[in-house]
C-alpha cells in the first residue's frame, strides 16, 4: 500500500510539472523562422576580417583572373573561389563595407557591330526606366575597351533574424554593376564580364571608390601599364 501511494504521489508531481511546463512554455516560431534561426545560429563563426585600414592602405598583390588574360590588383586576403555551390568563378574578399562577390565569366565574342548593338540596348533600358537610375559607359583604355553598366531595383523590406533571434524588417536595395571587358584581336573582341553579385546600394555608395580603384588596375597579363582611362568626373 505504501508504493502504490508512493506512485500516485509520484504521478500527481509529474502531472503538476508537465502542466507547468506546457504554461511557462512560449508557442514555437513558425516553421520559416524557425528554421533561419537554427541555420543563424549553426552558422560557422565568420573569420577574422581585415580592418578597414588594412583594406584601405595595406598591401595589394596581382591576381589573376581565372584562365583570363586579364589580372587585378586587390587586398592580401581577396581570392579567386571556383569550388562554391552555385557552380560559378568568383573573386571575393572584403571591403570596408562588407563581402564582395564578383562573377567571372566568359561571354561570346563580338564584332565591332554587335558591340554597337550590344551599347544601344544598353542604352535604350536606360531611357526605358528613368527611375532606376542606370548608366551606361564605353571607356576607351590602352589594352581594351571597358563597358560598364550600372542600375538600382525598388527598394523591398527584408524581415531578418537578428543574433537574438528576434525578427525584423531592414531595407533592401539591389544594385546591378556589371563590367565588360573588351580584348581586341584582329576583328574580333573578346569579352570578359565582371558581375558583381549580391551588391546592394547601400554597400555600392559606402564601397564605390574602394571598388573603382580596384577595377582601374585592371590590366592584359602580358602588357604593363595603365590599363583604363579614369572614369569621366
Known amino acids: 500500500m505504501m508504493c502504490a501511494g508512493r506512485a500516485a ?13 506546457c504554461e511557462d512554455a512560449p508557442p514555437p516560431p513558425p516553421p520559416q523562422v524557425q528554421q533561419r534561426v537554427q541555420e543563424t545560429q549553426a552558422a560557422p563563426s565568420e573569420p577574422d576580417r581585415p580592418t578597414t585600414q588594412e583594406l584601405v592602405a595595406g598591401p595589394r598583390r596581382r591576381i589573376n583572373l581565372a584562365s583570363w588574360p ?26 570596408p563595407g562588407g563581402m564582395v562577390q564578383i562573377q567571372l565569366a566568359q561571354r561570346p565574342t563580338l564584332n565591332p557591330e554587335q558591340l ?21 559607359e564605353l571607356r576607351e583604355g ?22 537574438d ?9 539591389p544594385y ?9 584581336q584582329d576583328k574580333t573582341m573578346f569579352n570578359y564580364e565582371l558581375n558583381f553579385f549580391d551588391l546592394t546600394l547601400e554597400q555600392y555608395e559606402a564601397d564605390r571608390a574602394f571598388l573603382e580603384k580596384i577595377v ?4 592584359l ?13
Open 70 to 95: 586579364l589580372s587585378m590588383e586587390v587586398p592580401l586576403s581577396w581570392e579567386i573561389d571556383s569550388k562554391n555551390a552555385k557552380g560559378f568563378i568568383f573573386l571575393e574578399g572584403h571591403a
Open 142 to 163: 590602352k589594352q581594351f575597351k571597358l563597358l560598364e553598366r550600372k542600375g538600382q531595383s525598388p527598394t523591398v523590406m527584408l524581415n531578418v533574424v537578428d543574433e
Open 221 to 233: 597579363e602580358s602588357i604593363a601599364g595603365p590599363a583604363i582611362a579614369p572614369p569621366a568626373s
Open 9 to 21: 504521489v509520484a504521478l500527481v508531481v509529474m502531472s503538476v510539472a508537465v502542466q507547468m511546463g
Open 216 to 219: 582601374d588596375t585592371l590590366q
Open 116 to 136: 554597337q548593338h550590344m551599347i544601344d540596348a544598353a542604352k535604350r533600358d536606360v531611357a526605358a526606366d528613368p527611375r532606376s537610375k542606370k548608366t551606361v
Open 165 to 173: 533571434g528576434q525578427i525584423r524588417e531592414v531595407p533592401h536595395t
Open 176 to 184: 546591378s554593376w556589371t563590367i565588360n571587358v573588351l580584348v581586341s
